[in-house]
């Protein structure tokens, strides 16, 4: 009789939602989406996390019907891409900050396969992603994900997220925000290469004499590598300082319609 109140078809279409939210948002989310985690790994912590939080479950809000049970899991898949968008937005401040910074460098082409993404990315932005991921260990992120999947728990309903109309005047303000940010932290070695090119032209017309190629490009590379040095913490904090008012602009979400 135990067994027939917990396996019922409430219980076991809620639990299967509950496994779509946790899998949907580690597709989605920095440091979970990792391209070097297997995917049997990641649907077996959204399975270990589905069983975890069971009990904090909230009771399904939807009659059980095949059509019904569909729009949830398109709900919950709905979910996680939009709170993975919101996440990466943040996060990509560095790796445009990065492409700007190898393009003043020279490093443009150098180019490696970026673990996180699994695409291919200037090796400035490569190395200052990395680092970030290590800062964002540091700051437990990924204790601040499940946190947050608990408070989804209890503000939305499983199958019932609706993305509000002011979700999307976010997420465009958030993509200009990443690239205004990407710039700011890349102005310092902008600057100086700016200045760097002046200062090499005019010794070119006093000396002609002067190669470019073999003296100036070392030097500006010298001087970018210094500038990075001089700015990482700085650099780190306006990442850290991205990632939570992300967090807090997922409150957001909640504000939201109910099926």
Do not use: C
């Amino acid at each position: 009789m135990q067994w027939a109140v917990i396996f019922n078809e409430t219980n076991i279409v809620g639990f299967v939602l509950l496994f779509f939210r946790f899998g949907a948002l580690f597709m989605a989310t920095p440091i979970f989406s990792h391209k070097n985690i297997p995917m049997n790994i990641k649907a077996s912590l959204a399975f270990f996390f589905s069983v975890v939080f069971y009990n904090s479950m909230p009771p399904l809000a939807i009659t059980i019907t095949v059509p019904n049970i569909v729009l949830a899991i398109l709900s919950e898949l709905l979910l996680g891409l939009a709170v993975g968008i919101v996440l990466q937005l943040a996060y990509n401040v560095i790796t445009f900050a990065g492409g700007q910074i190898s393009f003043m460098m020279g490093f443009s082409m150098a180019s490696a396969i970026d673990p996180q993404s699994g695409v291919s990315m200037p090796i400035v932005s490569q190395f200052l992603s990395l680092m970030s991921l290590m800062i964002l260990f540091a700051l437990d992120l990924h204790h601040w994900m499940l946190l947050f999947i608990d408070s989804s728990l209890k503000t939305v309903p499983l199958g019932g997220f609706i993305l509000a109309p002011h979700m999307y005047h976010y997420i465009i303000h958030a993509a200009s925000h990443m690239f205004l940010v990407g710039f700011m932290i890349a102005f310092p070695i902008i600057a100086l290469s700016w200045l760097q090119d002046v200062i090499f032209g005019m010794l070119m017309k006093t000396m002609p004499q002067f190669n470019l190629l073999v003296i100036g490009f070392p030097i500006k590379i010298m001087v970018a590598f210094a500038v990075l040095v001089a700015t990482f913490s700085a650099t780190m904090l306006i990442v850290k300082g991205q990632m939570q008012d992300a967090f807090n602009a997922l409150e957001m979400l909640f504000h939201t319609n109910l099926h």
